[in-house]
């Protein structure tokens, strides 16, 4: 356990996640990436697609942690609910201003995005942490699941029919134009991988991790609950397999109820590595061998909303900052720092990944100033 009683493993995990979106987020060069890097086209799953759901598998276990034992123990739930509420408004306040950025046009800004969706999660699994056992909570989960599917596979699309999952034919694609019609991802224009309707499942995938975070909180032992941990992430995994093939396909687009068990799957598996080595394992040599090489991790996830944030927001603009050129046309401030890495003799996409990994150090060192002057950025 770290100061405070916090976890040093969710902090280093959650400090693992914001690494890989920082990294995957910011390459030289989009068209030149590793498949692993980069989101799969439609059906299927890289890496990256599986960074998104830990975010929320996070979320889940910091909820179980922190609301669930406080309700658990008697506390004012309306209250807990309220506070919930705020925090959850700030986080789609912010996600929302990054969208108007730099632009500041309110009649096409998109109204979805990570952020939002991950206060939507947050606003809607509350209720369900504070005011519902465990065996309730998996209920949801399961319900949460068939209504989606449900909605997805028999509700016919005007025009297209039912059960179509291709991009912006599917039910869900269809209720977002109606609804957010000019204000959704400008990439497709016809559908948002942050729509309403895929927000259902989403809620189910944190709240898997509020049920990993109570499983945390029971009497077991902790390498009892490393262990079931294991078995439970390998049987997520396996059903999202399962679910591939007999319901609906892998996708992050859409968050399939396979992709979300899929993604919880490998959530809950490196969750309990982390989980083992830094807060379980007997062997102090190696929990503190294990402490120092993940340091830059726990590091980054003390402040990881914040660096979330900043790197969405330097990254715009790097590219809304130009400069003119001799020739007449203009180059960005992100392609102009590029411009003597892509001239390095390398392969080209190990370029782009360079330029992603001195991003991302960039990103480190601020978070390790903040970290060294005990700055903590909480909502």
């Not at 016809?190 to 927000?199: H, I, N, Q, R, V």
């Not at 009892?224 to 679910?243: K, N």
């Not at 603009?317 to 392609?335: C, V």
């Not at 892509?342 to 960039?362: D, E, G, H, M, Q």
Request: with cysteine.
């Amino acid at each position: 356990m770290g100061p405070a009683g916090r976890l040093t493993s969710l902090d280093a995990f959650r400090g693992f996640t914001i690494a890989a979106m920082v990294l995957v987020n910011n390459p030289g060069d989009w068209s030149e990436l590793y498949p692993q890097l980069a989101h799969a086209k439609w059906h299927g799953w890289t890496f990256t697609d599986l960074i998104f759901p830990f975010f929320l598998f996070i979320g889940g276990v910091s909820m179980a942690l922190s609301l669930g034992r406080l309700a658990a123990a008697g506390a004012n739930k309306p209250q807990l609910l309220a506070k919930l509420a705020k925090r959850a408004a700030l986080i789609f306040l912010i996600g929302f201003l990054l969208n108007l950025i730099p632009n500041f046009n309110f009649a096409s800004v998109r109204i979805p995005g990570v952020l939002q969706r991950i206060a939507m999660c947050t606003l809607l699994a509350a209720p369900i942490v504070v005011w519902f056992g465990w065996r309730a909570q998996l209920a949801w989960i399961v319900g949460l699941y068939a209504a989606y599917s449900v909605l997805m596979l028999t509700v016919p699309v005007p025009g297209i029919g039912a059960g179509v999952l291709e991009p912006g034919q599917d039910f869900g694609a269809w209720l977002d134009r109606m609804v957010l019609d000019g204000h959704m991802w400008v990439q497709s224009k016809t559908w948002d991988p942050e729509g309403m309707l895929s927000t259902i499942p989403a809620v189910a995938s944190q709240l898997l991790g509020v049920l990993a975070g109570r499983w945390l909180l029971s009497r077991q032992a902790r390498t009892d609950q490393t262990v079931w941990m294991v078995f439970a992430g390998l049987l997520m995994v396996w059903l999202g397999v399962i679910f591939d093939a007999i319901l609906m396909p892998i996708n992050k687009s859409l968050w399939t109820p396979s992709y979300s068990l899929l993604a919880a799957g490998w959530a809950t598996l490196i969750f309990a590595a982390f989980y083992w080595l830094l807060d379980v394992n007997p062997h102090a040599a190696v929990r503190e061998a294990a402490a120092r090489w993940t340091k830059p991790f726990v590091i980054y996830g003390m402040n990881a909303l914040f660096i979330f944030a900043l790197s969405g927001l330097v990254a715009k603009m790097f590219g809304f900052i130009k400069f003119a050129q001799p020739d007449g046309s203009t180059l960005s401030l992100g392609k102009s720092l590029y411009a003597p890495i892509k001239a390095l003799p390398i392969a080209p996409v190990n370029t782009s990944l360079l330029y992603a990994l001195l991003f991302n150090a960039a990103m480190f060192a601020i978070a390790w100033f903040m970290w060294r002057k005990k700055w903590f950025v909480k909502v």
